[in-house]
């Protein structure tokens, strides 16, 4: 072998002879220090002809290439059967390769040849990310937390206009009138928007004024415009059960808020039952019952297309049977503008008083912020169809309009029971006048 040419590394793998290096040595001149074939360092000193033949791959051969499972060229260990890795075509298909015996216990091998593993584009393996791990979980918010980050859309574009407005220059007839103008989109209406700037004008007029200021004109101005309509829905524990209708447009969040109200009522120690009186739509009875499931509360219902009235009729005979203290009925929504379906909601309430000539004793028109001015003209025509009472408003968090609150104030005085700026079941609470009114000028709570 001295006298012969050593192969390289690459004939030794493939089984040809290759070139040696002008400078390989023989193993036995080889200093003491060098590593050993063990250390992962090649042996030169073993001729082509030693090392058995490999055939050639089959990208170089040209022949097509068999599909490998990954772990299929392990060797056995010696004495035992070879098998197959785990979630290969060789496990059994219903227990897999055989367990592992680690010498304290026996663990079953993972059987999913697939890692899970998401995307990073995906949504569902962020969300996971997020709240992995101990100490990561998102830490609950308080009401106001809540309602800041609801209302942020509403807060921050009149913060960006009135810092624009106000910020080195002085007030003057024009920058009243733009801030008159920035209130009106944000649909505070006309009247109310017009006392905001006159407040704000007075006593500084063609003096300079910092946006800070004009906010904290603005959160006491909203504040005063909704102290008056801020009631709580008070039940009368002398009226079994007390019957609270709520009527609405489609999508107002009607069902979602009834059910927020049974959880609400069920943690003050009443009894409720629910009626699925939205026998339009096969989802809303389905969702209420799912509201009644997660509160403990019966649900009282009918097929889809069932008369809703004649719904609404067993329900409070059943409550009254139970002596349930509050019967919340659902209804289905329709525009107020459709002649025909208020003539519905109508007879839902002209059943209700065969049994109870005081029912509904509350009718609580829920509204979605969203629509901004046409608010109005729901709480106008809902009121001729039924004995609307108070107001719930919700879906704050979705629009950047959240003022038509104090519109509403302003033209019908209405109370506004509850605000609603989320899904969760704690994202509807009593409306609080002055946590509004900071809330949509965006200061901090005192």
């Known amino acids: 072998m001295a006298s012969e040419e050593k192969p390289g590394w690459l004939g ?23 590593a050993s074939p063990s250390e992962g360092q090649p042996d030169f000193a073993t001729g082509a002809e030693d090392v058995e033949q490999v055939p050639l ?9 068999a599909d490998v499972v990954e772990g299929a060229d392990l060797l056995p260990i010696a004495g035992e059967p070879e098998r197959p890795p785990a979630g290969t075509a060789g496990d059994d298909p219903q227990h ?24 990073l584009d995906s949504a569902a393996a962020l969300a996971h990310d997020a709240g992995a791990g101990p100490g990561r979980e998102p830490e609950a918010k308080g009401w106001w937390s809540r309602l800041t980050s609801g209302m942020k859309r509403t807060s921050s574009a009149l913060s960006d206009r009135v810092t624009g407005l106000f910020t080195k220059r002085k007030l003057d007839a024009t920058t009243l009138e733009d801030l008159e ?32 200021e004009v906010r904290a004109i603005l959160a006491t101005e909203v504040e005063r415009a909704l102290e008056p309509v801020a009631v709580p829905l008070a039940i009368d524990a002398a009226r079994k059960p007390f019957v609270i209708l709520t009527v609405g447009v489609n999508g107002a969040g009607k069902t979602t808020t009834l059910g927020k109200l049974a959880s609400k009522l069920r943690a003050e120690g009443r009894t409720v039952m629910l009626a699925a009186g939205d026998t339009f739509r096969a989802a809303a009875i389905d969702q209420l019952k799912v509201w009644g499931a997660r509160t403990g509360t019966p649900v009282v219902s009918g097929a889809q297309g069932a008369d809703a009235a004649g719904l609404a009729f067993d329900a409070l005979k059943q409550a009254s049977a139970a002596g ?19 003539a519905e909601l109508e007879k839902v309430v002209r059943v ?15 509204l979605d912020a969203t629509v901004g001015q046409n608010a109005l ?28 609150l104090v519109a509403l104030a302003a033209k019908f005085g209405l109370p506004v029971h509850f605000i609603g700026v989320g899904e969760g079941v704690e994202d509807l609470e009593p409306f609080a006048a002055r946590d509004f009114a900071r809330a949509i000028a965006g200061l901090e709570k005192d």
């Open 377 to 404: 003209s729901q709480v106008e025509l809902f009121s001729q169809a039924a004995p609307v009472s108070g107001l719930v408003m919700t879906k704050l968090d979705g629009t950047a309009r959240g003022g038509i």
């Open 181 to 212: 103008d920035a209130l009106i989109q944000a649909d505070f209406g006309l009247e109310t928007a017009m006392r905001i700037s006159e407040a704000v004008g007075k006593g500084r007029y063609e003096k300079g004024i910092s946006p800070d």
């Open 96 to 119: 897999g390769a055989d367990p592992v015996d680690t010498g304290d216990a026996v663990h079953a091998p993972i059987t999913d040849p697939a890692p899970d593993i998401q995307p």
């Open 57 to 65: 791959p089959p990208e170089e051969t040209g022949e097509p290439v």
């Open 352 to 366: 209700l008083r065969k049994q109870d000539p005081d029912a509904p004793h509350a009718t609580l028109l829920v």
């Open 12 to 34: 030794r793998l493939f089984g040809r002879k290759g070139q040696a290096a002008a400078d390989d040595k023989p193993e036995a001149e080889l200093p003491a220090e060098a």
């Open 324 to 342: 349930t203290d509050v019967l919340l009925i659902d209804t289905a929504g329709r525009l107020q503008n459709k002649a025909g379906l208020m």
